[in-house]
């Protein structure tokens, strides 16, 4: 099912439509897109976390750029963005499944970040150069029994939405334009971003001359136009996303699809621990035991903590070799 938005559409102005992911179309060029817009839920994750400021920052740009990009999950699965550096930051971890469940986390030296001056807050936020150099690779994981989708990419240019263009250009000769803005207020986390995509066509389709240089008029029009989209316009709460694209694509007859509702979940358990436990060697579980033979696991991405008494770790010693 979708809504055309066409001339003469009514906005829909004054719904809140937070924490979602809306997909559309173009009916004039046939490219394809999706908007994400983050309230409450990425409140939820800065504030669980509570990381200095650019951790914030770039933790917030790596959440919306997932879910911008956990289109790549066709079914049932799990899509993580993983960020692996050298800097001052040193890695970046953020998944999301088919039901828009999404968590995240970072990884960063505290005191080379605590001794940042405030110099190093950039007035335009941008913190890409804390990462220094390093990776970021994109997992679709389907089930035990499907392939993983794995794509990698060096943090080339100036931000992370460079290396995802970079990424899409290079590897899967997908034209990519992301327009991103994050509000890093400490009571008012809000991002919005539109992303559309140029998809490559049949070869035959790809040969003839005239009709690519009429896609590539399409794309350079469509990418001005999403050029002009206010911060204001991606940020606000009192504007649906369907308006904003409305208003920026509304003479290319933009349509848009049921919205994916994304909401903050850790899914990790006891039992996931305990599985996790289970696949570790002898010596590594015997590692993470302390003096007192107790294993202390604390999730990264929610906090929470997980307790293993000496008792339970026998247990587990036991359930690992009936397992081998
Ligand atoms: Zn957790």
């Not at 709460?237 to 208003?247: G, I, Q, T």
């Not at 699809?257 to 039992?271: A, D, F, M, Q």
Request: hydrophobic content about 35%; aromatic content about 8%.
């Amino acid at each position: 099912m979708a809504i055309t938005i066409g001339k003469g559409g009514k906005e829909t102005s004054g719904i809140i439509d937070d924490d979602v992911v809306q997909p559309f179309s173009l009916e004039s060029t046939g490219l394809r897109g999706r908007m994400v817009r983050l309230g409450p839920c990425l409140k939820q994750i800065i504030e669980l976390h509570d990381y200095p400021l650019p951790v914030s920052y770039l933790l917030s740009e790596a959440v919306t750029l997932s879910l911008l990009l956990a289109a790549m999950l066709k079914y049932d699965g799990i899509f993580t963005l993983q960020i692996q550096a050298d800097g001052p930051i040193r890695a970046i971890i953020t998944d999301v499944n088919a039901k828009g469940h999404i968590r995240a986390y970072a990884a960063f030296d505290h005191d080379e970040i605590a001794a940042m001056d405030h110099g190093d807050h950039q007035q335009d936020h941008n913190y890409y150069h804390l990462l220094e150099s390093g990776y970021m690779s994109f997992t679709v994981d389907q089930g035990d029994n499907t392939d993983r989708y794995q794509g990698i990419v060096n943090l080339t240019g100036n931000s992370l939405m460079d290396a995802v263009q970079h990424y899409f250009a290079q590897s899967e000769q997908i034209r990519t334009a992301i327009r991103m803005s994050i509000h890093p207020q400490d009571d008012q986390w809000r991002s919005g971003a539109v992303m559309v995509q140029y998809i490559p066509e049949t070869p035959e389709q790809e040969a003839d001359h005239d009709r690519q240089s009429e896609r590539l008029e399409d794309w350079q029009r469509t990418t001005i136009l999403m050029e002009t989209c206010r911060d204001e316009e991606l940020l606000s709460p009192n504007l649906h996303s369907a308006d904003v694209l409305y208003r920026l694509f509304h003479e290319e007859g933009v349509r848009v699809y049921p919205p994916t509702p994304i909401k903050h979940v850790c899914r990790c358990s006891r039992e996931r621990v305990s599985n996790v436990l289970q696949t570790l060697s002898a010596d590594e579980r015997k590692d993470a035991q302390d003096e007192k033979g107790e294993i202390d696991i604390t999730c990264e991405f929610c906090g929470r903590q997980y307790f293993f008494t000496r008792r339970d770790v026998e247990e587990l010693n036991e359930a690992a070799d009936r397992k081998n």
